[in-house]
């Protein structure tokens, strides 16, 4: 298949997929008029608030590239944007980014009010861990639904996630040096897309070989998305995006451009999307997907 | 053994057995000088405040009542005291309760800043999982493993704690009628505590007749220890509670007195741990340590 035609393909599973995911999120979400109400609602309207699904994307691309089934890979996706999904809302928080509008939207405080805001993350955060516990029809050992509890919760945690946010709130305004950047994007986006093509390939039964090929993936792509990203904040269109372009410079945020200029950056996402189709090739036809899947974060305009 | 004889000899117990849940949080918490600094330093500021662990010596005590080991039950021990630490730090936020001191310290977020407030209930809550989920040295098996995590997850979030404390802001100011408060308490505290006998249970490999008569138990200390807590708050001495008497009538909390007046509370509390006592009889001599622990929870002064 051309390039032109996987990628047209790859829209089509994209859509596909996101599909599913959002299905099983509405399933295994508690209903909205389950009370209390507003804490089941406001966790909704944070989750079906137009995301990408990059994250279950990955899960699911990763374990069907191992020879594993969607159903094998879904509880580990919908716990994934529930993790991403909770970390959007207390990132809006006024005592972190203070941000009014996500996806074009009212953010989650904003229309619920800030302890709702706090405690909505803090139970979508707690409710993937529900998801993985729960032993509900998955047919994979469950030392392996073990290991990738273990996984995503240091990807998560301290280590990751929330250190790589903390960094950010004690880097702004100040000059980073590289290296300290490099950590900060490592920990706080590129941890979390890391881990989903991990687990997907955990929950597909992946040997050793096929994991480390996946895991060089997820390194790479999870840097080069970051580094687009700041890229998008600094060219990008606010109504594409959802959200005003050139925040990031407003809120003085440490930024690959800011660090290593502009042109050096999309020099550096291409080679790293270089480097993440080349870390799938081992697994041939199966990792296609994802190979395609680094082009469409290169090209992406939001 | 007469009963002063037994709860002289729980105090000896809880000591011994919280300087073992404290070697375990000091082992499974990442050191404080692990980057970043701030993060970790601020998720044991709050978990090293001199708590009384109740919820990980209700879980230690539940697996050997039914022939555990503490090493089969420690893992779920840290989980639940991270959860509780959590839980309490996002409690005293400005956007919820606005609490400057607990057990006679700055809150996290005065000494932290709000933002690392935010970020360390987050990690704390992350890290239990993380706790739960790693394999290392633990004897039992995968399958309850996952029960644990899942029963956990179900008490700490929305339909639990997180769901308790949504009503409990929601209830500010206002006349609750006596099913509301109810509901509100076993959410908000009841299911934690609940869940930490039960898991404890199950880490010690209970059948259903042991689980069912501790769940029992747990359900009847839950709501004692929250009817105690309410009456101390209103007759307690603050220096003795590490915090100030009163504060729930100024906040205008829902509280059992407010709606149910002293007496009858007192009343409540003192059938509530008679049945709780009476829920472990089946359990024979191995259960004496729970019984006396529902008269310890009874006299409790702060």
Same mark, same amino acid.
């Given at each position: 298949m051309s390039e032109a035609g996987a990628i047209r393909n790859l829209g089509e599973i994209m859509a596909a997929y996101r599909g599913l995911v959002d299905a099983a999120l509405e399933r295994w979400l508690p209903p909205a008029g389950e009370p209390p109400r507003t804490i089941h609602e406001a966790m909704r309207y944070s989750v079906f608030a137009g995301g990408k699904r990059l994250r279950p994307l990955l899960a699911l691309f990763g374990c069907e590239a191992v020879g594993g089934t969607l159903d094998d890979a879904m509880p580990a996706a919908v716990a994934l944007e529930l993790i991403h999904t909770y970390s959007?809302?207390?990132?809006?928080?006024?005592?972190?980014?203070?941000?009014d509008f996500r996806r074009g939207r009212p953010t989650c405080h904003k229309v619920y009010g800030e302890a709702i805001g706090i405690l909505a993350g803090? =139970? @979508?955060?707690?409710?993937?861990?529900?998801?993985?516990?729960d032993s509900a029809g998955v047919g994979i050992p469950a030392e392996r639904r073990l290991q990738i509890i273990a996984e995503i919760a240091a990807?998560?945690?301290s280590a990751g996630?929330?250190?790589?946010?903390?960094m950010d709130i004690q880097a702004e305004g100040k000059a980073l040096d590289p290296e300290t950047l490099l950590t900060?994007?490592?920990?706080?986006?590129?941890?979390?897309?890391?881990?989903?093509?991990r687990v997907g390939g955990l929950a597909g039964g992946a040997d050793d070989a =096929? @994991?480390?090929?996946?895991?060089?993936y997820g390194e790479r792509l999870g840097l080069a998305f970051q580094i687009v990203d700041d890229i998008l904040d600094i060219e990008g269109n606010s109504a594409e995006m959802g959200k005003t372009a050139g925040s990031d410079l407003r809120k003085k945020k440490a930024t690959y451009p800011a660090v290593f200029g502009l042109d050096a950056s999309r020099r550096e996402s291409i080679r790293l999307l270089e480097e993440a189709r080349e870390a799938v090739q081992p697994l041939g036809e199966k990792g296609a997907v994802l190979a395609a899947l680094a082009d469409f974060v290169g090209n992406r305009r939001s």
């Open positions: 959007l809302v207390h990132d809006d928080l006024p005592a972190m980014d203070d941000d803090d =139970a @979508l955060l707690t409710h993937a861990f529900q998801v993985l516990g990807a998560a945690g996630m929330v250190g790589g946010q903390t900060l994007h490592s920990k706080k986006t590129g941890a979390l897309l890391r881990v989903s093509v =096929a @994991l480390a090929c996946l895991t060089r």
